[in-house]
């Protein structure tokens, strides 16, 4: 498992090609102390789990299909750094996964369907937002505390 609560200026992520799993605890307190520390996230081409999506600069969840060819988990994105362009391809922002992210004009592509819990929460470097047309879920907080978003 990976190791991340005590990294409070990383500025580099790089994900081998052997990471399975990453939990939401190991990364909420690196993104809460200093969350606009990372300027790049590097995904191993040959992850099975994560996508480096033409190297969008993101910790990227591939989708997850089971036996028949159904969808089980979408493609979300679980973490954005500085520099992060969200690709047209995540359908989930998880939770808290935006904190870090310094866009002023946040566009959402339309293919993003869900924007979870706190997924930008305490952003206040975002001033506008543009959502997707296919957004189905906005989930609670997930703008709590971008006091400087123009309405």
Not at 6 to 19: F, R
Not at 29 to 34: E, F, G, L, Q
Not at 50 to 71: F, R, S
Request: proline content about 4%.
């Amino acid at each position: 498992m990976l190791q991340l609560q005590s990294c409070t200026a990383l500025e580099l992520l790089e994900i081998g090609s052997s990471v399975k799993s990453i939990k939401y605890a190991e990364i909420l307190p690196m993104t809460m102390t200093n969350p606009a520390t990372i300027t790049t996230i590097v995904v191993d081409v040959n992850n099975q789990f994560y996508d480096p999506l033409n190297n969008c600069n993101a910790l990227i969840e591939k989708e997850q299909v089971d036996d028949k060819g159904l969808v089980i988990s979408p493609t979300t994105l679980l973490l954005a750094c500085k520099n992060t362009v969200i690709p047209d391809e995540i359908e989930v922002l998880d939770k808290c996964s935006c904190w870090g992210l310094c866009a002023k004009n946040l566009v959402c592509p339309d293919s993003i369907t869900t924007i979870k819990e706190g997924a930008f929460q305490n952003n206040t470097r975002i001033t506008r937002v543009k959502l997707s047309k296919k957004l189905k879920v906005i989930e609670e907080m997930s703008f709590y505390g971008c006091s400087n978003i123009e309405l």
